[in-house]
């Protein structure tokens, strides 16, 4: 193992657990705390929170995305050659990743068009957490697959 691949695994493992639990933090504490506000120093609330938490979401999805990619194509890559199942549970683990970082951008964004999406911020953030948490346990899963050139 060299320091790359412990630093990556480090950043990845690390910006699951601030953003993961940062999101459950939103959804089931400060929400449901911020609710009981007066309407106007809810929406104020709401708005000094989310410009913060935008910055996490925003480092956390370029963090993901260079620890995931190093760690699939460098570290991973080599010792599961021709193994279909450990890239197509990988590729879904992917795909699911990236619509979670579209809902989280369009949740602590500004545009238009999500206006929708963010009138419906705890249906959406809990539809988050249930994705974060398919993603992680295909994450825990794909980990103890031997792989396939015998490392
Ligand atoms: C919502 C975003 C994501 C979450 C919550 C997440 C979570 C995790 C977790 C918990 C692990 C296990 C780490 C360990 O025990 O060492 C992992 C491993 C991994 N992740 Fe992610 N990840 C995300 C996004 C991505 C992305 C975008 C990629 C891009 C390729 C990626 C690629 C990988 C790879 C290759 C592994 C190692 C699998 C193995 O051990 O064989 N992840 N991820």
């Not at 000094?48 to 890559?77: D, E, H, P, T």
Request: charged content about 15%; overall charge positive.
């Amino acid at each position: 193992m060299d320091i790359l691949t412990i630093l990556s695994r480090w950043t990845h493992v690390g910006t699951a657990i601030v953003i993961v639990g940062g999101t459950c933090f939103l959804r089931f504490v400060l929400s449901p705390a911020a609710a009981q506000l007066p309407d106007a120093e809810h929406a104020k609330l709401k708005e000094l929170v989310m410009a913060k938490w935008k910055k996490f979401v925003m480092a956390g999805i370029v963090l993901f995305i260079i620890s995931g990619f190093y760690n699939y194509l460098v570290v991973q890559m080599p010792k599961h050659r021709g193994d279909g199942l450990y890239h197509a549970l990988v590729g879904t683990k992917i795909l699911l990743a990236f619509g979670i970082f579209f809902l989280a951008s369009a949740l602590v964004g500004r545009s238009k068009s999500f206006e929708g999406l963010r009138k419906n911020a705890k249906l959406w953030q809990t539809v988050l957490i249930l994705l974060a948490a398919i993603v992680i346990g295909i994450s825990g899963y794909v980990k103890f697959m031997p792989g396939t050139s015998g490392v």
